[in-house]
């Protein structure tokens, strides 16, 4: 899979993935809620602005320095039945205090799966 952008915005204290495609094969925005973590990390990149663009790699292997030019980058530890699969932070900025987070079966619509290695940095506007 190559590099996405996904915007992501706030509403409330509640983060939503901005995912046209999903709605309009009958998904829900509910189930767009970020959370397991994925909000708290939004909240930290994000800081008081109500909205941030990530570019976002899925990859099953870190080959090479592909995932160099990413300001984050998580590894799957394990994946449920029930859709979701669990991440820790492999490289992060310093002052970020999010270890983990677990992604919904909505980030396997996007990544057409879950892939072992995500790496995302922000996308200025």
């Not at 706030?10 to 309009?24: F, N, Q, V």
């Not at 859709?83 to 983990?100: D, I, L, Q, R, T």
Request: net charge neutral; glycine share 10%.
């Amino acid at each position: 899979m190559g590099d996405t952008a996904l915007r992501f915005y706030r509403e409330g204290k509640s983060w939503y993935a901005d995912i046209p495609l999903y709605l309009a094969t009958g998904g829900h925005k509910a189930d767009c809620l970020m959370v397991a973590g994925a909000d708290k990390l939004l909240d930290e990149i994000a800081g008081k602005r109500s909205s941030v663009t990530l570019s976002i790699l899925g990859a099953e292997v870190m080959r090479g320095n592909a995932f160099d030019s990413y300001s984050h980058v998580l590894k799957c530890q394990s994946r449920d039945v029930y859709g979701w699969a669990y991440y820790n932070m492999v490289y992060s900025p310093p002052a970020s205090k999010v270890e983990s987070i677990g992604l919904c079966p909505v980030s396997a619509f996007v990544f057409g799966g879950h892939p072992m290695f995500i790496g995302f940095k922000e996308v200025r506007e």
